[in-house]
């Protein structure tokens, strides 16, 4: 009898065994995947005491962290850092090497993802010239928008492939390039205008809006939480690391809105009014309010087929920019993402389940200390003058050597340097050996790093440095520069196109390329992982895992605790 018991008890055991490893390895019906604009590899852990429980605490105790991520090419921007993501390949391979580049044919800036053969579906919903403040979205000549300058495909694109489009695809944030990015050429993508204060989308996905979209834009929504209201402080501010300091000199004083708090959002009929509501967490508030109705019109997550959606918060990049990621507004900031990530999991546990959710959570890049920051703890910075160096003494020498009385420094747009090739042609000079002379020049200005031409990246005349590495993975032919200029660590451009910020992401060093790499929910255990790695991981490890064929420039590594063979 006793025998019998045993044998009994261990072929439920063998049965219990086999059904929960079946079990392990069912598809997560929904994979959450969150970009936040800016986040610095180190921003959770620094603010977590003040934290609750279910936003970055939930991800540090149920989930998979990797401390120690970092991007490997050297243009750490929003554009670069998200197709990246999306993608797993580096710039060089899918062509956003910047948010913005050179055209050589229309002899202009283009602005990332514009495309003019589309429009955005609603009227007044353009760009607003007067209170836009990103530089890059203001060089746009079109107010449409896609994914076509992508050169390689998203996971999410090998998702609908591999589903036949049945997978629902969907991209959501303030910032056009956050979410066109990650939606991928088969997904849909609704991004925020600052002029209409609609969640707005273009002609490459939509002839006409969804029901639902009509709806959550019909009823005024940011006007409605946010109009004649401030941006207050969360907590005490004794509560805060630096509820000392609300008022730095480095801060943007913007009128209106102001350099303390409270930040008045103003009025809803103000042209300003949507603008405010980005620089605060209420844009990360609409985000969510937005993605939640996404979530249960589309029937996110609903059936046996896996869904994609990807949400690209980006209050923390603008509060960034305009504040330094070490001031007041930005920790609280973060707190109050804290939160709203802690209501998005919550929501998506209720309708979808965490169980049967695959989150992962990344930063398109970080970020650099306000310069005035630094130098209060002793830490030397210093600035560099671009705009004038097409008429600096030492260039001006080179074009009188070369014969060149006209422009040679046709554009610069960090980090980026374009030379009027009409002139070198016309002159019958040597495109390398011009591109050689100006870059030998600019390297002898203080605070650049490396000033490498196009030709020479080509003919891999670099030598093998952390620098030429990352330059290398951010090249690409049709778009880089003539010329790439890197600074050394703790320099900033100063005055570029009038643009003065708090603090200004761009650069290859580790401030700009260190960011969390973390999944979580679905089968997932806790794990902390202190080895090196990089953001372009996660592409191809959603792929091993949902089993679609690697995006098609993927090049990054399985990463091997989330696929469960560590
Ligand atoms: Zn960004």
Redesign the pocket.
Known sequence: MKKRITSVLILLALYLSISSGLFAQEKPKLILQITV??LRGDMPAKFMKNMGNGGFRYLKEKGIWYNNAHYGHSNT??VV??TTLATGADPAVHGMISNVWFDREAKKLVYNIEDSRYHILSENADIDEDTEIDASQKLASTDGRSPANIMVTTFSDELALLTNKKAKIFGVSV?DR?AVTLAGHTGKAFWFSKTSGEFITSSYYYDKYPAWVNKWNNEKISAKMFGNKSWSLMYDKSKYIYGNEDDNEWEMDIAGFGRTFPHKYGSADSKYFNNFLIYSPAGDDLTLDFAKALIVAEDIGKDEVTDYLSISF?ST?YVGHLFSPSSLEEEDNILRLDKTLAELFAYVDKTVGLKNTLIVLSA??GSPEAPGFLKSFGIDVDYVSPNKWDKAPSILALKKKFGIGQELIQKFFPPYLYLNHDVITEKGLDLAEVQKAVANELMTIKGVALAISSTDIMSNKLPDTYLSRKALRNFNMARSGDILILLQPQYFYNDFEGEIVAAN?GSPWTYDSYVPVVFAGWNLKKKTISRKVEPKDIAITLSNIMETKPPSGADGEVLEEVVGNN
Request: hydrophobic share 0%.
């Open positions: 604009d800016q921007e929003t850092g998200h910032k956050g980006s990049d398109d890049h992401h």
